[in-house]
């Protein structure tokens, strides 16, 4: 067995950035993300505020649904007279049905007439996990032309300007679960010693499950967007709530129907189309296949993240046929420094992460491709060059 090496000389070696020991910051999950007049400005939002709508983008993943439950619960611990309402865009996958609170979810596509009075009702909107209105389709209309107070909390790039009272947007953290918690750290004065200085406790079972769910999707279990130390500090708080995060894992992750499983092979084995020398792959689903192998919305889930696993891939697309709408929705999936969000923006009109975005195309599937062709030619000097050979760290 090696001697175990000097931690300081392992960690200097290695990272691009210096190791700032504990004692050195605001506490235990990071530095304070609401400035003192940000503070003031989300009590006073919160105390005028008897019907809150909080809401997220369309097609919720496991960070919208985990934020808006999460808070959605918190608040009503803290405020007992106010009517608090999640509102999301769309329906959301049948693996984030077991999340606390996602039971209470209304859907507006769909339920336009009954949810609409509710959004108009509200004196106070808090928009969770997207930082546009247009991410929320018809729902974002709605907002758009209601005037009322609102509330944005998100990691994504770019917000758009004007698009709440209070913005509290931090792109350099893994997801919205993370900046929630570590606002309510803060607003509990819990980030110094875990514990809430309020008499109710900090995060109840249930909020925390939330959480960490919200965490734990953004970051493909921990496999990006979380190699800062803070994320590990806050699962730890987590995990004091007595979270099972196997279970949580296995009730995300483990939910794959025979019919799902089949459509993956046939994903692998028929539509996988690897350009080598762009270190890309290309993976395309029409409804016909769908249907062939009556596949549901949740079951194409995860797809795009496969071809990565295959030695030197950069960067691996997957276009589907929408079920609901005339146009192919895309989505992109990057390792290292490839700007999937860029990608998005400048030729599928979406947005994102660097590792991890989408877009649509408006037209038919052959046009995608060729649009895919296209973006995959404009990209070309960044995704041949090699891979750099070995691990380092986000340096952020
Ligand atoms: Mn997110």
Redesign the pocket.
Known sequence: MEPIKNITTAETSNSQTEFTPLSNRRGVGGEALLSPSDITLWHDLLAASRHIVITCHRGP?G??IGSTTALASWLRRRLPEAVIHIVAPTIFPDFLKWVPGAEDILIYEGHEDEVRPIVEAADLIILC?HGELKRMWTLGDVVRDHPTPRIMID?HLDPEPGIADLVISHPDLS??CEVLLRIILQLEDGLVSGVAANPLPLLTHSEAVSLYT?MMT?TGAFTYASTRPEIFELISILLRYGIDKDKIYRNVFFTYSPNRMKLMGYMLYVKLDVWKKAHTSLMTLTNAERRRFGALNGDTEGLVNLPLQILGMKLSIFLREDTEHPCIRVSLRSVDDFPCNEMAAEFFGGGGHKNAAGGEVWGTMDEAVALVKKAVQKYMTLLKSPLPSSPKGEGN
Do not use: L, N, Y
């Open positions: 993943d960070d919208a996990d990691h997801s919205t919200g953004d």
